[in-house]
């Protein structure tokens, strides 16, 4: 069976791959030890020419989000990026954006930064088409995530945003995109409303999802409705991680990261195929995050991908590591409640309880006084 690749980088030979990136991780510590001063003091005494192995990778210390958020508090009147960013205001940095708690994080020059195009192309998006985008384009960095790498795709973007559902319907119908970018329970809510207001949309026949859980009943679900929807697994700090496939058997991982599955709480590499937090070393410059453990459950599939791309594959997400959970798709840390709860003496204890799925969340706070 024929498949098409986004590049050759998905096909080449996985030890010329290895190779490829543990021939540049020392040099990544490096900048990262020198042009960040987060990580100055975080591989105080690594010799980056010693880290070119993944045993030696394994041996560094992990830097989990909750302990970014805090860095970047601790210094907001200095850096607000709590050191960890290697770039600054300015051309290096076009846009700042923040993520719940809040985190600052800064978008650098690259084209694509975030490397999405290559999942883009893995969910059927093809240069010279038109996308709507939902994802959010206030304050986070989703929706400029997606449109950066349509745009390095050769796509268009209608950027669309969440909310405003009948004028979603409107302008699918008169845009007619070829596909939808955003989460699965948005583009659920547009289907049924333009079912409602009797308006057809035939041109919406794929889709790139992200920011929440996509099980295999809302997948059927598409499909019956004419749309091949796939996922992604992305984040603000490191960018595409993984992506799904034609194949639909896991996640492939993106050709710019190197991805360790850990014991939750230590740095410790599980045996492959066992469930543990993913823990991602990305290759980009401008935010060099070594070892970011990013709280996700997963594990490691055997074997390739049927479609020919050679990259490891992870089962997808599996829960969390910690104790921070997604709300209609964002992010909402323990420290939040913390927070809240110290505004009100009388509070002894608090609770945050999330119920309902997906885009139906509702949170309710229970405080014992």
């Not at 038109?130 to 390095?152: D, K, W």
Request: one cysteine or more; hydrophobic letters at 40%.
């Amino acid at each position: 069976m024929q498949h098409d690749h986004y590049d050759s980088l998905e096909i080449r030979d996985p030890a010329a791959r290895e190779a490829a990136l543990l021939q540049a991780l020392p040099g990544q510590v490096a900048h990262a030890q020198r042009a960040s001063a987060a990580f100055a003091r975080i591989l105080q005494g690594v010799d980056p020419a010693a880290v070119n192995t993944r045993q030696a990778l394994a041996r560094l210390p992990v830097t989990r989000k909750h302990e970014l958020l805090a860095q970047q508090q601790a210094q907001r009147a200095q850096d607000v990026f709590g050191g960890f960013a290697a770039i600054g205001f300015g051309a290096e940095m076009p846009r700042v954006f923040a993520s719940p708690g809040p985190i600052y994080e800064p978008e650098g020059r690259a084209s694509d930064y975030w490397r999405l195009a290559r999942s883009m192309f893995a969910a059927g998006f093809r240069p010279g088409e038109l996308i709507h985008n939902c994802f959010s384009y206030h304050f986070v960095p989703a929706g400029s995530m997606m449109e950066t790498g349509a745009h390095a795709l050769g796509c268009s973007v209608f950027a669309a945003g969440t909310g405003q559902t009948e004028q979603q319907v409107q302008a699918m119908a008169d845009l007619r995109p070829a596909g939808y970018i955003g989460t699965p329970s948005f583009l659920k809510i547009i289907v049924e409303k333009a079912a409602d207001m009797g308006v057809p949309l035939p041109s919406v026949t794929k889709a790139l999802f992200g920011g929440e859980a996509y099980p295999p009943s809302l997948r059927d679900w598409f499909l019956e409705r004419g749309i091949a929807g796939y996922q992604c697994f992305a984040t603000a700090d490191l960018g595409l991680i993984a992506y799904e496939t034609r194949a639909r058997e896991g996640l492939v991982l993106d050709e710019s990261v190197i991805v360790e599955i850990v014991r939750p709480g230590t740095g410790d590499p599980v045996p492959e195929g066992e469930v543990g937090e993913l823990v991602v070393t990305t290759l980009n410059p401008a935010y060099p995050l070594v070892r970011f453990g990013t709280g996700d459950l997963s594990a490691i599939l055997p074997g390739a991908c049927p479609t020919g791309r050679t990259n490891a594959r992870i089962k997808g997400w599996m829960g969390r590591a910690d104790q921070t959970t997604k709300v209609r798709g964002m992010f909402v840390h323990p420290g939040q409640v913390q927070a809240i709860a110290k505004r009100f003496p009388e509070v002894a204890k608090a609770r945050l309880v999330v119920r309902g799925e997906m885009a139906n969340d509702t949170m309710t706070l229970q405080v014992e006084t």
